[in-house]
């Protein structure tokens, strides 16, 4: 099929991703003039015809988190006073996914305050990746496409198949994410039950399933401080595993992740490349990165062909 009308814009926020997807749909990236201010304004210009056009904006909000989510405000109401036809936001990885309903007093509920604001810019059409908690999607009113990169992980712990091998939930809430991984490796399942004591703060309080002498796969969605992480793996060390490793979706990896990582036990962390990886975090042996350009490239050509993309919810 013909890609005349296929454009894809990229901000600052994970520029080598967008590039990523454009080689493997065989198209440019976008020409877009992207900089700041000497105030630290962001100054933005689409500098391609884009009238008529279907229109994917990749741009994960990550940090810094208010810099990216603005230019992706920014830049879909430039396409839209420009007469693209249809703007979709391609978000890897969803800022403030994390505060999503009213878990404590007087407290916003920012997910959904960005979902309004991305639908106000003029974006027509969402497509994420692994968000935090999946009712966001009822966030938005206009169409999400919510892909899952259960595949790509999975791909990389190909050579654990032969290997005592569970699939450990790092806490109640991510079972289900958890139970779906552990039946594609055909593997059994455990469960870290924990207790959250603050905002990036966890206690290890026990293990659920059998884990002595096997390799146990912590899976999960983000990982950010890896304070939880580690905490994990040496609870299910105590427990009698024989090995841990951990994979996760999104490599947020802020403050002193890298340093814990690196300190642990933890045989490996595999995460993509929604967030790009810091220079320390590129630099420690145990953290490997996976693209998730060609899954959001084959999304991307079926939203643009209006084909079903049902196909790549795995």
Not at 153 to 174: C, K, R, T
Not at 202 to 220: N, P, S
Not at 248 to 273: D, F, K, M, Q, Y
Not at 290 to 304: D, E, F, G, K, N
């Amino acid at each position: 099929m013909s890609f005349d009308r296929l454009k894809i814009f990229t901000g600052n926020a994970n520029s080598e991703l967008a590039h990523e997807i454009c080689q493997c749909l065989d198209v440019h990236v976008g020409d877009a003039v992207v900089r700041t201010f000497s105030d630290g304004e962001i100054h933005l210009q689409i500098q391609e015809n884009v009238r008529g056009a279907d229109v994917f904006v990749v741009q994960p909000t990550c940090t810094p988190v208010e810099r990216n989510l603005f230019e992706v405000l920014l830049m879909a109401d430039a396409l839209k006073r420009a007469s693209a036809d249809r703007i979709t936001a391609v978000l890897p990885y969803y800022g403030y996914a994390r505060q999503d309903r009213k878990d404590r007093p007087r407290v916003p509920i920012s997910a959904k305050l960005v979902a309004s604001m991305l639908e106000r810019a003029g974006i027509d059409r969402v497509l994420a990746l692994d968000l935090h908690a999946a009712p966001i999607q009822g966030f938005f009113d206009i169409p999400v496409d919510h892909l899952f990169a259960a595949p790509v992980l999975i791909e990389a712990f190909d050579h654990l198949v032969n290997e005592d091998l569970v699939v450990v939930s790092p806490d109640a809430g991510g079972v289900e994410r958890a139970r779906a991984f552990a039946k594609r490796m055909d593997a059994p399942l455990a469960i870290i039950d924990k207790r959250r004591t603050d905002v990036n703060v966890a206690e290890v309080m026990h293990i659920i399933g059998d884990v002595a002498g096997k390799h146990c796969l912590i899976v999960d969605d983000i990982i950010d401080t890896a304070g939880t992480l580690v905490k994990g793996a040496e609870a299910l060390l105590a427990n009698g595993a024989a090995k841990v490793s951990a994979c996760a979706t999104h490599g947020v990896l802020s403050g002193p992740a890298v340093e814990r990582i690196t300190n642990s036990r933890l045989e490996e962390v595999v995460i993509t490349n929604s967030i790009p990886l810091s220079g320390a975090a590129a630099a420690c042996g145990r953290i490997r990165s996976m693209s998730v350009a060609p899954l959001l490239a084959r999304a991307i050509q079926s939203i643009h062909e209006e084909s079903s993309v049902s196909t790549l919810f795995v």
